[in-house]
C-alpha cells in the first residue's frame, strides 16, 4: 500500500490575518480557518473524525479545539515540533488515513501573539545551562547559526539582506501583505541591529493568525469542489534539543526531511514549480535551498543574491505570497501558512501577479525549534491533478 | 570581578546528586565535564548516563578551561550589549556561554579563550569566558 499520492488537501484557509486578535484566544482563529477551510472543500464539521493541532499558546491544543468545536474525533494527534508541525502532521494524517483510523482530517493552528505580546504567551523552559547566558529567543540561536555559516562559506550581510528584498517583491504583489512600502539592500544593512549578525530587517514578522487545512484519501477528494492537492511526499526529521548535542550548526534537518519526502515522491529539488520556506529569519531560506537541494551547499547566499528567487525574473519562485519576513507570520509556528500558499498556487489561484504558470509540483518546508538549539525539520511535496 | 549586567540563576545543584559536582566545583573556580568511558569522548551538560552509549560508565574531569569560540552573536539591543557565544572545549564538546571582559568588536570566530567564573545573584559562579 503506497503512501505516495494517498491523500490530497482537499480544502484550506487562513483566519484573519495581521493584528486581528484583541481579545480573542487562539482557538477563536483556530476555528475561524477550520469553518473557512470546510466551506472551501464543502465537507462539514460532522465529517470530521481526525484532528492535528499544535499551539504555543494552548498545552494540549487538540482539546481545546475540539471542545470549542464540539467534535470528539476518533483520531488526533498533537506534534509539537515547533514550526515545522503542520508539515509533520500531513505526513502522520496520511498514514492514519491510509490505516483507516480517520477519513477526514483537519490540521489546525492559531496565534495571538501579535496583540497579546510576546511576554504574555511566550515563556522558555529555564534551562540552568543556557538561561543565565541569556540567549533571547528565538532570534540568538539562529543569529549564532548565521555567524557560524558565514565564517564557514564566506557568505555576508549583504546575501542575508537579498532575501528579505526578494521576500518584500513578492510581498508587494499581494494586497494581504502587511508590509507595503518598497525594501532596499542598503535599507537592511543599515536597519537597527538585534544580535549580530541579525538585524531587525533579517526577522521575520510576528502577527496574529492561524490556518486549516481538510485532508482526505484521493478517491474521495475527487467528489469535492476544489481540484486536489496530492500529497506525494512527505517527510519529517528530529535533530537536536541542546546545542551541545548539535552535529552540525551549518547543515539543518532539511537534509533528511527532504531527502524522505523526494524519495516518497520519486522526485527531486529539479521538478519543483513552486518553493514554499519558513523563514523565520533571513538565513533559513538560505540554508533550506541547499539543504534541499536547489543548490550546493554553501552556495545558498550566492544564488539569492543572483537573483533567482526575484519576482518576475527568477527562475525558482519562492515565498509567493511575502513570506513570514513581509507577509504574515502566526507567531511562531508559521509552517501551516507555507502549506496554503504552496496549495492556492498549485490550484492557479494566487493573484494574478504572482501566480506561477503552470504550476504541478510545490514544495512547503517547515523548520520547527531554534535552529541553532531545538531543532526539528519537516518537508511537503503536493502534486496539482 | 563584577559581572556587566545582572546573572539570575535558578538551578537547583544542592537537590540534584547528578549534577551537584558541577556546580560546586563552580564555586571553587574549576570547570568539571564528564568523560564517556566507553568512547573516551567528553560531554557537557551533566549526566549520569553517558549521551553516546547511555552507560553509566562514566567519570568527571577537570577540563583544561581552554576553548575557541565556535560561533558568536552580540546582543546589540540589550543595554548594555553582551556577547553569547558557543564554546568549544578543548576537550571537544561545546557550551552556550557569554564572552566577557573584552571589546565585542574585535572578537573572532576560532579565536582562543579561557573560562573565567563570575557569581550570579544567588550567589552560585558560573563558567564565562574571556579571550586569552
Same mark, same amino acid.
Given at each position: ?16 490575518? !495581521? ?63 515547533? !514550526? ?69 562559506? !564566506? ?40 544580535? @549580530? ?45 541542546? $546545542? ?31 518553493? &514554499? ?45 511575502? !513570506?513570514?519576513?513581509? @507577509? ?11 502549506? $496554503? &500558499?504552496?496549495?492556492? =498556487? ?8 504572482? =501566480? ?30 | ?38 568512547? *573516551? ?24 578551561? +581552554? *576553548? +575557541?569560540?565556535?560561533?558568536?552573536? %552580540? ?11 558557543? %564554546?568549544?572545549?578543548?576537550? *571537544? ?12 568588536? +574585535? ?5 582562543? %579563550? ?8 544567588? *550567589? ?9
Amino acid at each position: 500500500m503506497t503512501l505516495r499520492g494517498s491523500i490530497a488537501i482537499v480544502g484550506t484557509a487562513e483566519s484573519d490575518l !495581521g493584528a486581528v486578535a484583541p481579545g480573542l484566544s487562539p482557538v477563536d482563529l483556530m476555528a475561524q480557518a477550520t469553518h473557512r477551510a470546510l466551506a472551501d472543500c464543502g465537507l462539514q464539521l460532522s465529517d470530521v473524525d481526525g484532528v492535528f493541532a499544535a499551539a504555543g499558546q494552548l498545552r494540549v491544543p487538540t482539546l481545546t479545539f475540539c471542545q470549542y468545536m464540539g467534535i470528539h474525533p476518533r483520531y488526533s494527534d498533537s506534534t509539537l515540533i515547533g !514550526g515545522s508541525s503542520f508539515m509533520a502532521h500531513v505526513l502522520h494524517a496520511m498514514a492514519a488515513i491510509r490505516q483507516g483510523l480517520c477519513s477526514v482530517a483537519v490540521v489546525v493552528y492559531g496565534s495571538t501573539q501579535r496583540s497579546q505580546g510576546r511576554s504574555n504567551v511566550r515563556r522558555e523552559e529555564y534551562d540552568p545551562y543556557e538561561s543565565p547566558y541569556r540567549p533571547w529567543l528565538p532570534p540568538t540561536a539562529y543569529a549564532l547559526a548565521t555567524s557560524r555559516y558565514m565564517h564557514e562559506y !564566506g557568505a555576508t550581510r549583504e546575501n542575508l539582506a537579498d532575501v528579505a528584498v526578494a521576500a518584500r517583491q513578492w510581498a508587494l504583489l499581494n494586497p494581504a501583505a502587511w508590509e507595503k512600502k518598497p525594501l532596499t539592500r542598503q535599507e537592511v544593512l543599515d536597519s537597527r541591529m538585534v544580535c @549580530s549578525p541579525l538585524s531587525v530587517r533579517d526577522c521575520c514578522l510576528v502577527t496574529d493568525g492561524g490556518g486549516a487545512i481538510i485532508l482526505t484519501s484521493a478517491e474521495r477528494a475527487k467528489d469535492l469542489r476544489r481540484k486536489p492537492a496530492y500529497v506525494l511526499g512527505a517527510g519529517e526529521a528530529l535533530s537536536h534539543q541542546n $546545542i551541545s548535542n548539535m552535529e552540525n550548526l551549518t547543515e539543518t534537518a532539511a537534509v533528511h526531511s527532504g531527502r524522505r519526502a523526494y524519495d516518497m515522491a520519486g522526485l527531486s529539488a529539479a521538478d519543483v514549480d513552486v518553493l &514554499e520556506l519558513y523563514d523565520a529569519f533571513t538565513i533559513t531560506p538560505i540554508l533550506f535551498l541547499e539543504d534541499l537541494g536547489f543548490c550546493a551547499k554553501g552556495q545558498g547566499g550566492k544564488f539569492v543574491s543572483d537573483g533567482n528567487l526575484i519576482s518576475g525574473v527568477g527562475k525558482l519562485p519562492f515565498n509567493t505570497d511575502g !513570506g513570514g519576513l513581509c @507577509s504574515n507570520h502566526p507567531a511562531n509556528r508559521g509552517g501551516i501558512t507555507k502549506v $496554503i &500558499e504552496a496549495v492556492r =498556487q498549485l490550484r492557479g489561484e494566487a493573484h494574478p501577479k504572482v =501566480q506561477v504558470p503552470n504550476c504541478d509540483v510545490a514544495l512547503a518546508h517547515g523548520t520547527g525549534g531554534l535552529l541553532g538549539s531545538r531543532h526539528g525539520s519537516s518537508t511537503l511535496i503536493m502534486e496539482r491533478e | 570581578m563584577a559581572a556587566q549586567r545582572k546573572i539570575s540563576f535558578a538551578g537547583t545543584p544542592d537537590t540534584n546528586p547528578e549534577t551537584k559536582p558541577y556546580w560546586d566545583a563552580c564555586n571553587e573556580g574549576k570547570l568539571m565535564i564528564q568523560k564517556c568511558l566507553d568512547t *573516551g569522548k567528553h560531554y557537557y551538560h551533566p549526566r549520569s548516563l553517558s549521551p553516546f552509549t547511555l552507560s553509566n560508565r562514566t567519570e568527571w574531569v577537570q577540563a583544561s578551561g +581552554k *576553548g +575557541k569560540i565556535y560561533t558568536f552573536s %552580540v546582543m546589540e539591543r540589550a543595554n548594555p550589549p553582551f556577547t553569547i557565544a558557543y %564554546v568549544t572545549l578543548e576537550e *571537544g564538546t561545546t557550551m552556550l556561554t557569554n564572552i566577557v571582559d573584552c571589546d565585542f568588536s +574585535k572578537l573572532k570566530i576560532g579565536q582562543d %579563550v579561557k573560562v573565567t567564573f563570575i557569581a550570579s545573584e544567588e *550567589g552560585q559562579k558560573l563558567p564565562f569566558f574571556t579571550p586569552v
